[in-house]
Structure formats: C-alpha cells, structure tokens
C-alpha cells in the first residue's frame, strides 16, 4: 500500500532518504506517524538527508524510543518516454502522455512523470529486498505521478508552474481593428463594421514560439497560443461580449455596430488566449488558464449627417 500510495502526494523535505514505514498500511485513517500521514487521499511520505537520519537515530536512543530501522528508499523521478530510468543518460519528457490535462490544481497538472523507487541503507547505500549490499541501486517504476514538483530526487523537474510562467511571458500579438466604411469615419444610424486583424509583430494564435531550456530544465518546450475569444469594445459604453468571430467587411461581416451620438470614439479588440504546450516534439498538450491582451486602439471618427432640400 505504500508504494500505491506514495503516487499520490510525494512530498519533499530534502532529497536522499525516505523512511515509509511498513506500519503505515494498518495505520488508520488521520493517523500521523514520523515521516508520513495517512489521509483518505493518500499517505505523504516524508525525506530526509543522512545528516537528519543520524540526528534523529542519536536522539531516539537517547530518550529512549525506538530507533528507525527502516526499511530506507530513495525516490527519482523521470521522463516517460525514450526509456528513461534514473539510472541511464536517458531522462526525455516528450510530452506524448496527456493524462494530467484535466486534473484540477490538486490533483496536479503535470507534466507527468515516472516515479521510481530503490531501496537503500541507513547510510544511503544500495541494497537488496533482504538489506544485503548490492552494486548498484535497484530501481523499481512506482507508476505515474501529474505532481512533477513533490518528488524527491535530484534531477531537475519541468513543472506546470514553469509552463504556465512561460505562457504568460509570451509575446502575444495585439491585435487591430479594421472598420468600414474606410477611413475610420462612419455616420450615426449607419451599420459600422469591424474585422480583427492580427500584426507581424508577436505571437498570433496557432504560430509556435520556442522557450529557452534555461528555463525549462533543459528540455526544449514550444508553446502555441490559441484564440479563446475575443471583445470588440465599441468606444461608446458599449461591447460585442466574448464572441470567437473574426469579424468580416461590408456586407457580410458579423460584427457590426450604430452609433447613436456623434463623436470620436476608440475602438478595439481585446483577445482571450489560451495556449498549449509540448516538450521535445511531443503531442500538445492544454495549458491551464489564459490571457486577455488589450488590442491596439483605432480612433472612429462618427458624424451627423443633416437631410435638406435643395433647388435645381
């Protein structure tokens, strides 16, 4: 059970020794043992360093409690695709699994991982299922885990958290309104048309922009930003509401508006991105949240027309 429940919350305090106790399987639930809790959403299994493991052996021993025995794992954790072990050179993140895609916050939001387990000595040697020494750490893949960041273990983790920043640090297009009839100048009572247009400049949805792996852990993470919907803000009070229509000119055009004043008005776009992200050339993969970037400003020039007759 613990090894089952160690997917579910892996969480950190340092990064060489875990101490899961096999008591903790009959432990009920809330109960609270030295180095994990046993909750009805999984145990928490707590590390420490091997300094902290003789600190806590010396003072056990000398208020006479039990001394930890064991049994001592090491956690690690991995890509999930190129055959990736802990072991190996090989630690790729291709982004091909989507399972955290729809995991709220708590259950994490990924990227997913591997976890994995081997069994060590009080000193963090490697050993065996019966504590002999053995060569080499036995590692053993736990399953799958959507909370890069709580595994123990000393490899650099990519994270939501850095994807999400990344997002939000792109350089989105802004977008502009083009209106008819041309020129910018319309007149009141007259159906006004309005189509978004996008700049050379920045990051228009579905164009791919590539991160620095200095910021990604080393992995190569390209992200694509995706239209959710967009404003028109008329300049006069008034607005189109989220709609996902680019709009379009005179006479088919969706988006149209009267002015019922005379007047300078600013109009613009504002667009709502969500964006996607993928590791290594892997599968896209959606990206929590979004971002709402305020259009450039066209300045509308509305004027009266006055009716009268005239003599031929």
Not at 67 to 88: E, I, M, Q
Not at 206 to 235: N, T, W
Not at 243 to 249: C, Q, R
């Amino acid at each position: 059970m613990s090894r089952r429940i160690a997917l579910c919350l892996v969480a950190a305090v340092a990064l060489t020794i875990a101490v899961p106790s096999a008591a903790w399987a009959a432990c009920p639930p809330s109960c609270d043992g030295t180095n994990g809790q046993y909750t009805d959403t999984g145990t928490t299994v707590g590390t420490m360093g091997q300094s902290d493991m003789k600190e806590l052996q010396r003072k056990a021993g000398r208020i006479g409690l039990p001394v930890p025995k064991g049994p001592f794992f090491r956690y690690a954790s991995t890509g999930l695709c190129g055959g990736a072990r802990p072991d190996n050179d090989v630690d790729t993140a291709c982004g091909a699994d989507a399972r955290c895609e729809r995991n709220t916050p708590a259950q994490g939001q990924g990227p997913p991982v591997a976890v994995w387990e081997a069994r060590i000595d009080k000193d963090g040697k490697p050993v065996n299922d019966q504590d002999q020494p053995v060569a080499a750490l036995a590692w053993q893949r736990l399953g799958v885990t959507c909370l890069p960041e709580m595994v123990p273990g000393n490899q650099p983790r990519l994270t939501m958290a850095q994807i999400q920043a990344a997002f939000h640090d792109t350089k989105f297009a802004l977008a502009t309104v083009n209106i008819q009839p041309e020129g910018n100048v319309t007149l009141v009572r007259l159906p006004t048309y309005f189509e978004l247009k996008w700049p050379s400049s920045g990051f228009q949805p579905d164009e791919v922009d590539s991160v620095d792996p200095g910021r990604m852990a080393g992995f190569r993470v390209d992200i694509r930003p995706r239209l959710k919907s967009v404003v028109y803000v008329y300049g006069d009070g008034t607005s189109s509401g989220r709609t996902g229509s680019l709009g379009g000119p005179y006479p088919d055009g969706d988006i149209r508006h009267e002015y019922a004043r005379g007047g300078s008005y600013q109009v613009r776009a504002d667009v709502t991105y969500g964006g996607q992200y993928r590791v290594n050339g892997g599968t896209w993969i959606t990206i929590p949240g979004d971002v709402t970037i305020q259009g450039t400003p066209e300045t509308l020039q509305v004027k009266t027309a006055k009716a009268r007759l005239v003599t031929h």
